[in-house]
């Protein structure tokens, strides 16, 4: 640190220490071993010559009034105007925050300009005031969505140049390239020299060796240039010693083919880590390790070593599993599909599906993006570059790992019903990504997207020459959320003229199995022409004479110029390109492109205010429990007090511990009541803790003596349907808000609704509006509507409440009495649990 200062011009040690203080270890003290409580301090290195030198220093100082902290910070004079400072800004910013810091102050020299626009350009809402040439700037240092567009425009800069020596190398060398066919290093020497590589290519083994006809050289230090890539196939217990003699020639792009690190145990974990140290040290970045390589198609790049080239085409895409990467190579070609480039990611130690995200966003080449995920490292920061993404191109997922740890200790109701599926589908639907849930659904759903334009709706024409298919077809398209269109009597009357008599011009429409192609050809654009149809399904079986090739060829000229999907089903061996095998797969992703569709045309939607909240009531609460436990269920007046605070409506209770004070606190509430258990966190059906409508003194007595004390006399509410709501932190997702059917079968009916917090108006709409929930909200069977204000304002109540407390880990509001008037929680159970610290992820 000491160096830092020392190697600092005269005019920034002037601008930093506003004079000349004398460099010396006093100096430094304070800031080398920050408590995090009173003082924060980061440093930036590079890796240089083999050892690591400091060029940046950011630190915070908590003031006299503990909600504010001073900020300083010294950068090299060589590192200057380079977005260092912003980046400790930025990660200075969150970590104060956990330390309950809320404000930045600094005193900048007035003309110490860069360091104001350092301030300036990070997205916060800056101030500041110039006295006797200092500006005293101040700002909060919450993150607010301005902060957050600011930093993403940041990392999408950053991030895309860092990639491009992995997209667009001059020049490529694979480290431990054997001159023995069949090792991993031989076929992916000879699978970038056999596919064309318009670059540079070297080969390095032990011996120097020519491979393939590329020369060969000892050591990377030999060869003539430092490459943009280099692609690692030698024993993991030396692929560290080869990273780092790449690295320090000036290579910035690490392919680690080699397995045996954090996939293999402990020690591979730490070889791992070693690894991702040298390479982050010196700025570069690193694929895999353990993975299979990539494929670029712009530069004729095949870094893989797949059996077979990957055929060119739109497609983007990254994939966790390499093995997933080889099955689809396999079926790609035969659905006509084509990819831009293929990126197996391996363990993700450093290059993510995140990362692949920024670059595709912008690739002129890449216009599908296709992802298999196994996990999540920071989920929303995915979650915002979807959706970014998928306002351009779609982003089509396959999310393997299903599984309920998240519930394994649930005890609520909210908590048994979500599991780390909820999360990702409601992570997925807010960022527009389209989830498959089988390798056939992703590849059937990325032909329908790759080659025909959205449909406007889910109004869909079917036909066929066999009849039997197209009723099979129909029964799919249902099934799939689609709607069979009823034809106009124009298209009809068209139909009737061009099909033989004994076919149907129903839908689905029949053309019979003596069709030809010309037929299809010629009714095709009839289907296409009626405003009640949104897209078509062909269905073809082969009949005498006509095979599926001629039948698809007529499709696409009768289709020309069209601006709604053609859907191609034919049921022949020898499938053309681009045409699906059954009714059910076309039915499927032709829904899937509708959602597409309606996803687009989905409001943005903003989180609204919280309103006439009393955070300091509820952080009391939550403090308290948590003082006499760790992990705790709240007392009933503790959740009430919680409740209130974030005004969540509620009925008139008292707590009784003796059957006489139930009956008092029934004569003060009025009758008629319900006594149930106010033991907390009980299930109270499930225990008989739960007596209701009781009209008389004598009934109120004999359920309190039945359930025990203590008990809880509350007034009963009455309305026309029973709804859950609730809370749950999600260990990976952070904070999620379902919404469902109510009452005793709300696990068995299993319909809630999860949206991760906080919510804007347009997801707490849906969540009232959609699923079986919605369907009671609209009115069924004849009862009133409820009240749609009452309930979307209950949810944003209980968005702010799980954002703004982590430690109320589960929440549980079952049943909701709601009515056309408005909507009471008439049960309550909330968890708490101290919260765990995490550090701010970051991809660098």
């Known amino acids: 640190m000491l160096a830092l200062f020392e190697g600092l011009s005269e005019r920034s040690r002037y601008l930093r220490f506003h004079g000349f203080p004398e460099i010396g270890p006093h100096l430094a003290a304070s800031f080398v071993d920050p408590d995090w409580r009173e003082r924060g301090a980061l440093v930036g290195s590079v890796g240089e010559d083999g050892s690591e030198r400091l060029v940046a220093l950011g630190t915070w100082a908590r003031l006299r009034d503990p909600r504010r902290a001073e900020v300083t910070f010294a950068v090299a004079d060589d590192f200057q105007g380079r977005g260092v400072g912003t980046r400790l800004l930025e990660q200075l910013a969150g970590l104060a925050a956990q330390a309950g810091i809320e404000r930045f102050v600094a005193r900048v020299l007035a003309d110490n300009r860069r360091m104001l626009e350092v301030f300036l350009g990070a997205g916060f809402d800056v101030t500041g005031e110039l006295a006797e040439g200092e500006v005293e700037v101040s700002f909060p240092i919450a993150a607010t969505e301005e902060f957050r567009e600011r930093v993403d425009e940041r990392d999408h800069r950053a991030v895309v140049a860092s990639l491009e020596p992995f997209f667009a190398p001059a020049s490529v060398a694979v480290l431990g390239a054997s001159p023995r066919p069949g090792s991993i290093g031989n076929t992916v020497l000879r699978n970038i020299a056999e596919g064309g590589y318009e670059g540079r290519l070297y080969a390095v083994n032990r011996a120097g060796e020519t491979v393939a006809g590329i020369p060969g050289f000892a050591s990377v230090n030999e ?47 730490a070889r791992e880590a070693d690894l991702l140290a040298a390479v982050r040290a010196r700025g570069a970045r690193l694929l895999g390790p353990n993975c299979l390589g990539l494929s670029v198609a712009a530069p004729k790049l095949n870094a893989t070593f797949a059996p077979r080239a990957f055929p060119a085409g739109p497609i983007g895409f990254a994939s966790q599993s390499g093995a997933l990467g080889l099955v689809l190579l396999e079926q790609a070609h035969e659905r006509g599909l084509g990819f831009s480039a293929f990126v197996s990611v391996g363990n993700k130690a450093d290059v993510s599906s995140n990362d692949l995200l920024e670059y595709w966003e912008d690739d002129e080449e890449t216009t599908l993006v296709l992802l298999y995920l196994e996990s999540f490292g920071n989920p929303r920061k995915f979650g915002r570059l979807a959706a970014r993404v998928s306002g351009r191109k779609p982003v089509l997922a396959l999310k393997s790992g299903v599984s309920r740890a998240g519930a394994r200790a649930a005890a609520s109701h909210t908590a048994a019903l979500a599991g780390s ?135 696409d000229r009768g289709a020309a110029g069209r601006e709604k999907p053609v859907v191609r089903v034919l049921m022949s061996e020898r499938r053309p390109p681009g045409s699906l095998a059954y009714p059910d797969s076309a039915a499927r992703a032709l829904a899937r492109a509708a959602e597409r569709s309606e996803w687009l045309r989905r409001p943005v939607g903003s989180v609204p205010a919280a309103a006439e909240v009393d955070e300091s009531a509820a952080r009391e609460v939550v403090d308290a429990a948590l003082a006499r436990a760790d992990d705790t269920w709240l007392t009933p007046d503790e959740t009430r007090r919680l409740l209130e605070a974030y005004r969540i409506p509620l009925p008139a209770e008292r707590v009784a511990e003796t059957p006489a004070e139930a009956v008092e606190a029934a004569r003060s509430i009025g009758l008629p009541v319900v006594v149930k258990s106010a033991v907390p966190g009980a299930h109270k059906t499930e225990t008989g803790g739960v007596a209701v409508d009781l009209r008389d003194e004598a009934a109120v007595e004999a359920a309190a003596e039945r359930i025990g004390p203590p008990v809880l006399v509350q007034a009963m509410a009455r309305g026309d349907a029973e709804l859950l709501a609730g809370v749950v932190q999600d260990p990976v997702f952070g904070p999620l808000v379902a919404f469902g059917p109510g009452g005793v079968l709300a696990e068995l009916i299993g319909e809630a609704v999860f949206r991760i917090a906080p919510l804007t108006d347009v997801d707490a709409r849906e969540l009232v509006a959609g699923g079986k929930a919605g369907r009671l909200v609209r009115g069924f069977r004849g009862k009133a509507p409820l009240d749609t204000e009452a309930l979307t304002a209950l949810l944003h109540a209980l968005s702010h409440l799980a954002v703004a407390l982590p430690e109320v880990v589960e929440l549980d509001l079952n049943p909701i009495i709601a009515s056309a008037g408005g909507c009471v929680a008439v049960d309550a159970r909330v968890r708490v649990r101290t919260a765990v610290a995490r550090p701010a992820l970051k991809t660098w």
Do not use: K, M
């Open 223 to 269: 060869l003539p240039e430092a490459v943009d890539l280099a692609l690692v196939c030698l024993p993991a217990e030396i692929v560290r010693d080869a990273a780092d003699r790449a690295l320090e020639r000036g290579t910035r792009a690490l392919c680690v083919i080699s397995a045996g690190f954090a996939e293999v145990g402990p020690e591979g974990a």
């Open 421 to 555: 599926e909820a999360a990702v589908d409601a992570l997925f639907h807010e960022a527009g990504v389209i989830r498959s849930g089988s390798i056939e659904e992703l590849l059937e759903v990325a032909s329908v997207l790759a080659h025909e334009p959205l449909p406007r709706g889910r109004r869909v024409a079917v036909l066929t020459n066999a009849g039997g298919l197209g009723i099979l077809c129909a029964d799919a398209c249902d099934a799939a959320g689609l709607d069979l269109a009823t034809l106009g009597d124009a298209t009809r009357a068209e139909l009737l003229g061009l099909l033989p008599s004994a076919a149907s011009v129903a839908n689905p429409v029949d053309l019979l199995g003596s069709a030809t192609p010309a037929l299809f050809e010629q009714t095709v654009p009839v289907l296409l022409r009626d405003p009640e149809v949104d897209a078509v399904i062909v269905l073809f079986v082969p009949a005498a004479g006509v095979t599926a090739e001629d039948v698809a060829a007529a499709i």
